[in-house]
């Protein structure tokens, strides 16, 4: 380092690294403190995350791997998966389009009730999954208000795969959107105006320019609508109507396999959906780690 | 009150911050500690506050060992450089923050706080804002409110970190003024920390000049900017120019003898460097036996000065020369013109790669040019 | 919630194309999944009156289960304010093996599907589980009964909490620390009075999405609740009972109820991060 005049204006005076956080005694705990909130802190995850997590694998192998993988061979297990995977296939693309597309006219423009949209966006947060699938249940029940017309036109919707794709959709919609919103209103237009003024087509701009990047967040906003897709349990509990082999989802499968105290079986299948939460999750981390300036800072879901 | 700073010691990590400051600091003096990026002037105003444990050495406030103090009980004016105001207490709940966390024995009453922050809010001209909040306040009153917070405690010593750095150039200049008379008016001892050299050398009445965890000067403005004690100082307090020459026989020879100066004859015989800044350079006629031949290759105005690059004859190197507002009628110059010129006044530093040199990355060998170059960025 | 905290771009920005199919799209869709069903929980209850919806939820078993419901939600709302800024606090401030792991695991209950939370935590909490039997010893008994409600509900507002602080607090500059330390505040009043109100609101709203979410939770309630009548039945599976026995009127009021309170707290949240806003 060179002890030359090099003045950075306006800049306090910054040391080669950051120093310490444990080093600066003056200003932190006394180490008793600090080692009694890591314990509580680390007590508290391990008993309601960390063990409820590892419970579900040690349950679903309390009789060995036999036993485990013979759960997968029953045929209301594999109708289940299959159902499963179809409404997240239905649900997840759908979802991505409009989290795209909420997206661009949220963050690109200004436009009045912009505020309204971004909570409506967010309203399946805060509303019960049984009320989400209740709503379900009294427009296309059998006193439903448009069931007189759907009924005709359209076929069964109520404890049938439809039923289960829109209380599948409406629970998970805004994860792609929320993902999306803040990290493209961080990014701002400069770099798409830049593209326009080049030459480029709208649609260009859009996948030249504004999907690389944010491609990480959308990945892991797919990911995540796709866990929760796969996993819900209390919308689609009310509108499925637990035919089994037919109406089934993994989730509902697990209850009922619970209730009749298959613990094996039901806890096999609920791995399933654990490993998958699993790996959501560290491919949240992987990214974080990796990309973290391509992710949007604050994220909440 | 006075402090003393005795063989202040600094790590973080492999980097020494702090090489053994020893420093004395009079009652009510305006002291600046100025120096470049990471020299370690921060890190000494964080020491005195207690903000940094030390690894060696002491400070004393007047009688008291204030190394054995904690912070808290330091009881120093400590201002920010980004004021660090509670965003969620309003003007008076800031100023009035350091009576009301007082333990209860020795907490004034509520009057008496009141009072008091009146006073203060007076006294930095910010009457009528004391409910205001400060994500409502201009740069400026946010400097004033850190002030008045930091006095509030009645200081043993106020410290200032960069407290003009994050203000606008005219904002600056207000309130330097308005410091300058705060300070004679109140007589705390009073020490801040700069990297500009025209603040230091406008406000304080005393400069400490720092570079690499050292001081390398300490003397008030005319003795730092008059008699810069080491090459560091001089370079860091304007872009002077820098002459290769030898000192033979008590003669002081430039640039192989071309021009010879007359020397104070203490210097060592030796090669030298001769530090002249550009407005200690004085043209000279072709009878002057002091003089260096060159041709003007730059011709710079900028407002009441004219600044001219001469490139010498003998080396090859660009000099800078200052010349008040000229007299168009004595002189015009252009490109290409030859000229004379004589340094009036100048310093003379062996030229030695010494190891403090090589410490500061102070190249006395670098040419004229590379030397300007580098103290411009 | 996140984007209204942001800063709003700037306007003049019609250059970008775009904006009528994006947003026609955006409001065709919101409006078919949310809107008109909306409407139409609405227009239903609507038809049940005032009188109607109080005299479906004043029975007795309607009362106890939305007690449950909103009071179990609030004290597992608590313990997770209490904790989780234990938890975010330690991450933002200290450095500990095993760090990174236990941060990727807070998100767990945003991924992991409800019914399988659910039948974990009963195996955990029953009396032959591991933590229910060193419970048992105490003569604690957390599966089904509220105390398992609690539970339930606490895990899956954990990460609420601990996600809304966090970003707060590492925003906390150090020199906020330092500048009160210097006016003598000692550690435990820096904390109180410096650091912890600029963190309050983010916890008021970290506190109020984990207890939106625990007030409607199901899936992973209703295992370890063990659902008895009037002790440990929650409200939304009520809404469940309601409609097996085709009640859908009495299904509707109870829902309705709680659309309302959730949406009156959602109003709350958003007035008082505006408010927050506004000082700083």
Redesign the interface.
Known sequence: ?????????????????E?L???????N?PPYV?WL??A???G??A???????L??FV?ALRKGFGPYFESFADPETLAAIQLTVLAAAIAVPLNL??G???A????????RGK?F???????????????AG??????F???G?AQPFVGDHVGKVLFATPGIV?AT??VT?PFIA?EL??LM??Q??ED??AA?SLGAT?WQ??TRVTLPNIKWALLYGVL?CN??A?????AV??VSGHIRGLTNT???H??IL?NEYQ?VS??AV?SL??L???V???L??FLEWRYADQL?????? | MDIQIRGVQKH??S?H?LRGIDLDIASGELLALLG????G???LLRAIA????LDGGQVRFGDIDATAL??QQRQVGFVF?QYALFKHMTVFDNIAFGLTVRPKKQRPDTATINKRVRELLELVQLGGLEQRYPAQLSGGQKQRVALARALAIEPRVLLL??PF??LDAKVRKDLRRWLRQLHRETGYTTIFVT??QEEALELADRVVVM??GVIEQVGTTDQVWDAPATP?VY??LGTPNVLPARVERGALLLNGATATLATAGAEPEGPVNVYTRPNELRIADDGDAAALSGTVVEIQRTGLLLRLGVQLLSSGDTIEIELPNPDPAVQRWQLGDAIRVRPARYSLFPRKATTAEV????DPTRTVAEHRE??R? | ?????????R?A???????T???G???F??GL??????A??F??ASGLGLDGIWKVISDERVLAALKLSFGAAAIAAVLNAV?GS??A???V????P?K?L????????????????G???T??YSES???GSVLAQAGIKVAYTPLGVI?AM??IG???VV??VE?VLKEVE?DL??AA?TLGAH?LT?VLRVIAPAVFPSLVTGFA?AF??A?????SVI?IAGNFPMVSEIA??L??IK?EE?D?QG??AV?AT??VL??L??LAI?LLQARARRKS
């Open positions: 380092m060179s002890g030359t005049v090099d003045v950075s204006p306006g800049q306090r005076e910054r040391l080669p690294f120093p956080k444990q080093t600066n005694s003056v200003i705990e600090r909130l890591i509580t802190a680390v508290f995850l008993l309601f995350l960390l063990l409820p997590l419970s579900v349950e389009v409009f795209l597309c909420a661009w006219a949220i963050t690109k423009f200004e436009f505020q949209l971004i909570t409506l966006i967010d309203l399946p947060f805060s509303v019960s999954p049984v009320v209740l709503i379900f249940v009294l427009i029940g059998a006193q208000w829109l959709v409406f919609f929320r919103i803040p209103q961080e701002g237009t798409e105006q326009l709208g701009t859009f995540l866990a929760r796969m996993g819900e349990f209390g509990s009310v993994m989730p509902l697990i209850e619970y613990f039901a806890f609920a959906l654990a998958l939460a699993l959501t999750l560290a949240k981390s949007a800072a604050t994220r909440r879901h | 973080y990590g980097f911050a470049p990026s990471g020299s002037k921060t890190t207690g903000l940094e444990p904690t912070v450089q970190d960069e750095g994050a990297h500009d570079n690499r560091f370079d860091f410490e500061t990355g102070f580098r103290s960025n | 919630m996140t984007a209204t905290a942001l800063p709003r771009p306007r920005r019609r250059t970008l194309p775009g904006l199919p994006t947003l799209f955006t409001i869709y919101l999944i949310v809107l008109i069903p909306l139409g929980v227009f239903r904790f234990i938890v606090w330690v991450f401030r200290y450095e500990f095993g990174r236990l941060d990727a695991v807070i998100d767990l209950p945003f991924a992991l599907p409800t019914a399988v939370a039948i974990a935590l195996a955990l589980g591991w933590i539970v606490t895990f954990l990460p609420f996600r809304t970003p150090r620390e330092e330390a550690r820096t999405l939106a979410r007030v409607g939770e199901y899936g295992f939304p599976l809404i469940i409609l085709f859908y299904a509707t829902a709680m659309l959730s949406f707290l959602l958003n």
